[in-house]
């Protein structure tokens, strides 16, 4: 691989935010009402991305429990000021309709990979909130304004720990509306303000500004969007937006981005939204993408002087012979400590059934995010329901409402069967007449294709494999449908709304 290689986080990855401590690259995501909330990643060559343990890792950091489905944390934005390392993020706790709940926190460590302070409160006035650390010391929280009313800027004081001063609005954005994802930059003897504008969809875009003063005026760039899409090309990155830059230790810089690849078959993003890069220059005092044009690439240069890792083989396989869960897993709004167990049965993964998925608060499903079209997921567990009201199985999720589920429960008249539900809006459909199944081992599977299909299976123990149901369309599972941020997940489920809290047993978990 002589190049890097976009999407270069596949998958439910959107809103990056890219920092370098050293020779070291660190990129955080959102992952909304999924906790942690935040997914950390890091690099050495910007090709090949290592996640770490996420910077929230305590719901005294962040609570999503009834968090509405695709809010949660919104675009995390990592900093370092040479000895902090910092994350703004936004708890969105409501978006529907007029009125946006929108608490921005803060939180520090001075060991990326260790543990993290607890959050300081910062505001609610807008999403999107950044750090931006001045060469003086002074630090200030940019934010945008809800409502879209522009961006809005006020000093930070990290030994209080408090907003100070002036609260000024410093920009009203530009002609492609819907600014967001605001960043500010002191570069030579400007300061950049980047921004996402033109609304996180197919007409996403990055647009810049700068002035001498941090408080503005600022004037827009005149070859505005500095990056977009090529809505013309439909094996082009799309949705292309909400950036931020990072330079090299050779001087060299990237630009961090937001990116979709819509699938025409599902009718929409599966995989959610990604992120990219692309080696940008400057130009006349202008960020430029090198090779010209604003339209993101599929690949761009490896950054010069650095030497290359080798690929990091994005296969999954959990056996559960470990003592911790995978970092790459996450679960709809809480942590998987109060329901996951890994020591009860040596070499499996014991879940504790709480609510039904649909539930904004207590369910138990360990999920792991699709990374690409033809995908496949398979599990073996081990489950002895006593009620109907007892399941678990594999999950294949977008969010509480949209979902199918291949799960094993019993029927009125005690015998184990096998049920295939979709739940398309929160309203839930039985894909297939029961089936039977013998005691013991089950083995699931759904496997997804780029056709825009998913087809499930099962097998017990050293029996042939067995189609369960129709075929099913991804256009499910996809952004469009279910209007979210978030994408397709495979995970391991299970429900006990009798409350007795019933536990099914994992052997493997496996997505190819
Ligand atoms: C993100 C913001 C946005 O915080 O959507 O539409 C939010 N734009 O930049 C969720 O990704």
């Known amino acids: 691989m002589t190049m ?11 809103d990056p935010s890219i920092i370098r401590a050293g020779d070291d690259y660190y990129i ?20 090949n991305w290592e996640q770490l343990p996420s910077p929230i890792q305590r719901t005294s950091q962040a609570d999503l429990r009834g968090d509405p489905t695709s809010g949660g944390i919104w675009a995390p934005c990592l900093s370092y000021d040479g000895t902090w390392y910092y994350l703004v993020y936004t708890d969105v706790k409501t978006k529907k309709g007029r009125f946006y709940n929108t608490h921005n926190y803060v939180i520090r460590t001075q060991n990326i990979r260790g543990e993290w ?14 750090l931006f650390h001045d060469h003086d010391g002074k630090k200030y929280l940019v934010n945008m304004i809800n409502g879209f ?23 009203d954005g530009t002609k492609f509306g819907y600014t967001e994802g605001p960043h500010i930059y002191h570069i030579g003897d400007w300061y950049y303000l980047i921004v996402a504008e033109g609304g996180t969809g197919y007409e996403h875009c990055v647009t810049m500004a700068r002035s001498k003063n941090i408080w503005g005026p600022y004037e827009i760039d005149p070859e505005n969007p500095v990056l977009t ?34 699938s025409e078959a599902a009718n929409g993003c599966v995989l959610g939204r990604e992120t990219a890069l692309q080696k940008m220059e400057w130009q006349n005092g202008w960020l430029r993408l090198v090779g010209g044009g604003n339209q993101a690439r599929l690949t761009t ?34 942590p998987a400590t109060g329901f996951a167990d890994l020591s009860s049965r040596p070499g499996w993964l014991r879940l504790k059934g709480q609510e039904s998925l649909n539930s904004l608060h ?8 699709q990374q690409k079209m033809n995908a496949s997921a398979q599990t073996v567990m081990e489950f002895a329901p006593e009620y109907p009201e007892q399941m678990a199985g594999l999950a294949y999720v977008y969010d509480a409402l949209n979902y199918y589920l291949l799960c094993k429960t019993v029927d009125e008249a005690d015998r184990a069967i096998l049920v295939l539900l979709r739940s398309d809006g929160g309203s839930i459909t039985d894909l297939t007449k029961p089936v039977l199944v013998p005691e013991g081992k089950l083995e699931l599977i759904a496997v997804a294709s780029e056709c825009g299909t998913v087809e499930f299976g099962w097998r017990s123990e050293s029996s042939e494999w067995q189609i369960i149901g129709e075929i099913q369309p991804l256009s499910l599972l996809t952004d469009e449908h279910c209007r979210g941020f978030t994408g397709a997940q495979f995970g391991m489920y299970v429900h006990d709304m009798t409350g007795l809290g019933i536990y099914a047993d994992f052997d493997s978990f496996e997505v190819i």
């Not at 013309?232 to 001087?251: F, M, R, S, Y």
């Not at 207590?362 to 995010?369: F, M």
Request: aromatic share 10%.
């Open 362 to 369: 207590d369910v138990s499903l360990v999920a792991l995010r």
């Open 149 to 171: 009313k522009g961006i809005l800027v006020q000093e930070y004081d990290p030994e209080t720990g408090e907003l100070k001063g002036e609260r000024k609005k410093i920009f």
């Open 28 to 47: 955080a995501t959102s992952t909304f009402e999924w906790w942690p909330g935040v997914r950390l990643f890091h690099s050495t060559d910007l090709a």
């Open 117 to 130: 302070s607890e959050p300081v409160y910062l505001n609610s006035i807008g999403f999107d909130p950044s």
């Open 301 to 334: 240069s490896l950054p010069a002087g650095i030497k290359k890792t080798t690929a990091i083989d994005n296969k999954f396989s959990d056996d559960f012979d470990c003592s911790q869960l995978n970092v790459q897993y996450d679960f709809p709004r809480i």
């Open 229 to 262: 899409s090529n809505s013309a090309d439909p094996l082009a990155l799309q949705k292309c937006g909400h950036a931020d830059i990072v330079e090299t230790q050779n001087g060299e810089w990237y630009m961090a981005h937001l990116c979709a690849r819509p």
């Open 4 to 14: 890097i290689q976009n999407p270069v986080l596949r998958g439910f990855c959107p």
